[in-house]
């Protein structure tokens, strides 16, 4: 580590950011968790803010000179304008070495969020879209598999093909939570450019191969195996049985697993590429 350095350090649920401007010395945000109203951006020494952790030097593609970085932390010292949103510690260090307020912390937790509530509310949603489509109201068994072959239909498919369609809204929400998260930033490394490049398109990818492996959960899940009428209805029925529920709850978990899957192969192709370049 060497003067004008952004540092962190692992504090258990988030990460606190300062700006190394000496040999032993960190400009940073003061404050924990459940006193930030009394916050300041101050001069500490390193082992004050480390308070025990490990630093960690976060890395930079491109960013101002050491001088200009040092300059802009000592410009700010006496500040207690803290916002955990939009004025937190990362967003100070950030703005120290490139000009930009950003914190990846509140994107990537805003991100995630709004990820999870929104696949949640797009596989509640698709309940809905079922029990009112088909020609058999409700959700009784011939209600939901009407309403899926109504949905199906709509695209020159049956059933399966309505399992497809519904699950394409809670990937869609992933697929932009991930973009936000994996987000590209001309100021990071090119390493770390590239590694969220291919989370992005992996996050696409693992959509696709979710909905196949949806499909091939529900043809044998049931007491009735394959994709028949009979098929679904069992299959659907077991998935559901996994989460307490029947066919309805089959449903949901059908139309959200593909959007976990999503997620789980977007990040994880991330954190792959990150581990091969190291």
């Given at each position: ?10 504090r258990?649920i988030?990460?606190h ?5 000496g ?39 491109r ?7 040092v ?18 510690c ?26 999870t ?60 939570a ?7 930033d ?17 996050t696409?990818?693992?959509?696709v191969?979710?909905?196949g ?36 709850a089959?449903?949901?978990v ?11 192969i977007g ?12």
């Amino acid at each position: 580590m060497r003067r004008g350095d952004h540092i962190k350090v692992n504090r258990g649920i988030y990460s606190h950011h300062g700006i190394l401007v000496g040999a032993n010395e960190v400009i940073h945000y003061t404050g924990e968790l459940a006193s930030k109203e009394n916050a300041v951006v101050r001069l500490d020494p390193l082992d004050r803010f480390l308070s025990g952790g490990t630093p960690e030097l976060v890395q930079y593609g491109r960013c101002l000179s050491d001088d200009e970085v040092v300059c802009r932390a000592r410009s700010r010292m006496g500040e207690n304008l803290y916002d955990l949103f939009e004025n937190n510690c990362e967003h100070f260090a950030r703005w120290c070495k490139t000009g930009e307020r950003q914190s990846e912390q509140v994107r990537n937790a805003a991100s995630s969020t709004a990820g999870t509530v929104g696949v949640g509310a797009a596989a509640a949603g698709s309940v809905g879209v079922v029990s009112a489509t088909g020609v058999v109201a409700g959700l009784s068994g011939a209600g939901i598999m009407s309403g899926l072959g109504a949905v199906g239909g709509a695209v020159g498919a049956g059933a399966i093909g309505g399992l497809g369609v519904l699950a394409a809204a809670p990937i869609a929400v992933t697929s932009i939570a991930m973009n936000q998260v994996l987000r590209d930033d001309p100021s990071l490394p090119e390493d770390e450019r590239e590694a969220r490049k291919t989370g992005r398109t992996a996050t696409v990818i693992g959509g696709v191969t979710g909905v196949g492996g949806s499909v091939a959960a529900i043809s044998v899940a049931g007491t009735v195996s394959g994709l028949s009428a009979a098929g679904i209805t069992s299959g659907l029925a077991a998935i559901g049985g996994t989460v307490g529920g029947g066919m309805v709850a089959g449903v949901a978990v059908t139309v959200a697993a593909p959007a976990a899957a999503a997620a789980a192969i977007g990040y994880g192709a991330y954190r792959f590429i990150k581990w091969l370049k190291d």
